[in-house]
């Protein structure tokens, strides 16, 4: 198995890991005004990248659109699959990697992602995946974190605990950079406009920040099981309790501000 293949079983593994749960419903402005965005319409095929645990999908099979989601990580599709059946959503999920997506070429009128497809590692491959599966006059619409946004911040700072990228990967915050996202999209074709928001997330004591973070987020749990047998977890938890703490106000409370970039996207024709 090639690095980047290497990577990507781990970031399944990763993201696997976790429940999204709460995240997914402290990020539910920007999922709502994406939604409104792309104004779905009844019988619309749409894909969701990088579904996670579904909101965004079975949201948008809310329209009577015939949604599918696809993810990377096998226990986020098994949570999205369980999430449908509870809300009796018509959405289907499936495993899937925005580099190589299974839609046919033209086969789909919306093309989404949440906070998602920024994570695979070559972003040129992603974009070109994205703008494939379009059909002529097809809509697309991404959201992503500003490099200046907490959370960008967060990433930052957990990063180099982590396993190092492959070679060919970019940062994936390099997705909140119109002029790179401008770049990635080039070859394609696709008419791109930008809008800006900002999610405010819940006000938590700073306490509760780091253990749902630890306990909760994939990414951290995952490197919570490869870290403690080596004596290297502590190092990172440190940093994570430093970060917050950073971060919070006299009264030991946290209040996270994340600007994000929302990438639209028209397929020409
Ligand atoms: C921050 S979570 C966002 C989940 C969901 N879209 C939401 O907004 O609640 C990032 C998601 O991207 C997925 N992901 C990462 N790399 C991916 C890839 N190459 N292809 C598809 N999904 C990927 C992860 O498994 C994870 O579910």
Not at 13 to 36: H, K, N, V, Y
Not at 107 to 117: E, K, N
Not at 146 to 154: K, L, R, T, V
């Amino acid at each position: 198995m090639d690095e980047l293949a290497r990577a990507k079983q781990g970031a399944a593994a990763a993201w696997s890991a976790g429940d999204f749960t709460r995240f997914a419903q402290m990020i539910s402005s920007s999922r709502g005004r994406l939604l409104e965005l792309l104004d779905i319409r009844p019988g619309e095929v749409v894909l969701d990248v990088g579904c996670g645990q579904g909101d965004l999908a079975i949201e948008a099979a809310a329209a009577r659109a015939s949604v599918t989601g696809v993810d990377i990580a096998p226990g986020m599709v098994a949570a999205a699959r369980r999430a449908a059946g509870a809300a009796g959503s018509s959405a289907r999920f499936a495993e899937g990697d925005a580099e190589d997506l299974a839609a046919e070429t033209a086969s789909v009128d919306v093309v989404m992602s949440s906070f998602a497809c920024m994570f695979a590692p070559r972003h040129d491959v992603t974009a070109g995946e994205l703008a494939r599966v379009l059909r002529p006059g097809g809509r697309m619409g991404v959201l992503t974190w500003d490099p200046g946004s907490d959370i960008a911040e967060f990433i930052r700072a957990t990063a180099p605990h982590l396993p190092p990228p492959p070679p060919a990967a970019q940062s994936p915050l390099l997705w909140g950079d119109e002029a790179h996202v401008r770049g990635i999209f080039a070859p394609t074709g696709l008419d791109l406009r930008f809008e800006r928001g900002t999610v405010t997330f819940p006000t938590k004591p700073v306490q509760e920040i780091i253990d749902v973070h630890i306990d909760e987020f994939g990414p951290l749990v995952a490197a919570r099981a490869m870290l403690e047998p080596q004596g290297r977890w502590q190092a990172l938890a440190d940093d994570v309790d430093a970060f917050f703490h950073g971060k919070a106000e006299a009264d030991e409370t946290v209040t996270f501000v994340s600007d994000y970039l929302v990438v639209l996207g028209t397929a020409p024709g």
